[in-house]
């Protein structure tokens, strides 16, 4: 891998981090308080700020998903499956980028 490679590499990780550690920490909280999972996803609809987030991630998460399934099969990103089920399970914040690190590694492998 190139320098370059490396430190995008390094910059997809600490966004992957950073936002595995931001979007659980709230999820959890909300989760654990006094209204619970059925309230956590009444909250990604309610008002018109709430409804546009929800609204603009899920086209991001599914656009991703889409380019992903198609960009992995066609480099053939090893373990393609899973970056998929955490765009739904964790977040799209945290599987895009480590699919970008495979992504980078394979190209570079490629490459050499």
Known sequence: MTKSD?????VYAAVAIAA????QWVLIDYIVGP???ADALKATVDGHIATF???DLL???VAATVFM??????????LLWLYVVLV???AISVAFPLY???????LAEATC
């Open 6 to 10: 490396k430190i995008a590499c390094f």
């Open 20 to 23: 595995l550690v931001g979007t």
């Open 35 to 37: 209204g619970g999972v």
């Open 53 to 55: 987030v929800t609204i």
């Open 59 to 61: 086209a991001v998460g």
């Open 69 to 78: 399934i198609v960009d992995g099969r066609r480099n053939k990103i090893p």
């Open 88 to 90: 739904f399970v964790v």
């Open 100 to 106: 970008l690190i495979a992504r980078t590694r394979k």
